[in-house]
């Protein structure tokens, strides 16, 4: 049974890689299920595992043409969800630090400091999330994780010069969209 299985599969990888719409549709219905199950081992959020078993077909799909595994199309995604969900986790636990070393900071800021700070933060994050996906991560690999632009090549499978280009595109983004508070923190400095 599960030889055939494994032989289901490899034609569903196979029936994928020339674009095929069913059996990318077959695959996401076998295994969904089992993956937002096996993604609760790290979050208890049921729409967050969700959201990373979606992520991970959405990787599946958009690199369907590179596809290659020499196990079964099962321990492939259990690899890929294990892999984003452990990316989530060290995102949070960053998060996390961040926030605790700037606690302190936050804490000595006047009400009209913390509300500019308050409404930067906010601008920066929606401007991060306006970033493509790709482009994001390779930014958060870089000034969150410390990663070294070889690194995050090779994490991503991608050349240093993509590395290098979607850092720079990140970034001049951010200051594109976050302009304004830069002139209103070069007022606040002044004032002080």
């Known amino acids: 049974m599960a030889n055939e299985e494994f032989k289901n599969d490899a034609l569903l990888v196979a029936a994928l890689k ?12 076998r295994y969904y299920p089992d993956l937002v199950h096996f993604t609760a081992r790290f979050f208890p959020d049921k729409s967050l595992c969700e959201d990373i078993v979606q992520e991970a077909f959405i990787k599946v799909w958009t690199n369907r ?8 199309i099962r321990s492939y995604l259990l690899s890929l969800v294990q892999n984003i969900a452990l990316n989530e986790l060290r ?12 606690h302190e900071i936050i804490l ?17 994050e929606t401007a991060l999330a306006k970033l493509d996906p790709e482009v ?4 958060f690999l870089s000034r969150y994780e410390k990663l070294k632009h070889r690194e995050i090549a090779q994490r991503l499978n991608i050349s240093v010069r993509t590395v290098e280009a979607r850092i720079s595109k ?3 983004f951010l200051q594109q969209n976050l302009r304004v508070y830069k002139s209103l923190l070069l007022i606040i400095l002044n004032w002080l």
Not at 65 to 72: H, I, M, Q, V
Not at 111 to 117: N, V
Not at 136 to 139: I, M, Q, Y
């Open 18 to 29: 020339f674009d095929s719409h069913e059996a990318f549709v077959k695959i996401f219905r």
């Open 65 to 72: 043409k590179k596809l290659e595994t020499d196990t079964s």
């Open 91 to 102: 995102h949070r636990k960053v998060k996390m630090t961040y926030q605790d070393m700037n």
């Open 108 to 124: 000595s800021l006047s009400p009209d400091e913390h509300m500019f700070f308050s409404e930067l933060s906010d601008a920066y």
């Open 136 to 139: 994001r991560e390779t930014l």
């Open 170 to 172: 990140a970034l001049k």
